[in-house]
């Protein structure tokens, strides 16, 4: 089992940049495929990047390639989410996942994701 506190949210004004860290518990953290997922008051979760237990594969939500940048450093314990560009739309509860399901590309975003932090707030000004 592992348990994910998340961090680094918070108010930023359009065009601004967050990073966003996820730290997990537990000495298999290297087992897991790690996820960020978001959810908009009134709306559903959706999927927005993994990558695989390696780091040798990530996938994105369409809408998101090239703004937002998925990383995880297995020696720490921390996948991370850099954020840039940020848009008011894309304020939002970001919560980490994981699972010791695998994939590799689109299949990171099927995956079932077992595990899940608790959150931290994104909150976009225009």
């Known amino acids: 089992q592992v348990q994910l506190v998340e961090s680094g949210g918070g108010l930023v004004q359009a065009g601004g940049s967050l990073r966003l860290s996820c730290a997990a518990s537990?000495?298999?953290?290297?087992?897991?495929?790690m996820g960020w997922f978001r959810q908009a008051p009134g709306k559903e979760r959706e999927f927005v990047a993994a990558?695989?237990?390696?780091?040798?594969?990530?996938y994105y939500a369409d809408s998101l390639k090239g703004r937002f940048t998925i990383s995880r450093d297995n020696a720490k314990n921390t996948v991370s989410l850099q954020t840039n560009s940020l848009k008011p739309e894309d304020t939002a509860a970001y919560y980490c996942?994981?699972?010791?399901?695998?994939?590799?590309?689109?299949?990171?975003?099927?995956?079932?994701?077992?595990?899940w932090g608790q959150g931290t707030q994104v909150t976009v000004s225009s």
């Open positions: 990558i695989s237990w390696s780091g040798g594969s990530t």
């Open positions: 996942a994981a699972t010791l399901g695998t994939g590799w590309g689109r299949r990171l975003a099927d995956l079932q994701y077992d595990y």
């Open positions: 537990g000495r298999t953290f290297s087992s897991y495929t």
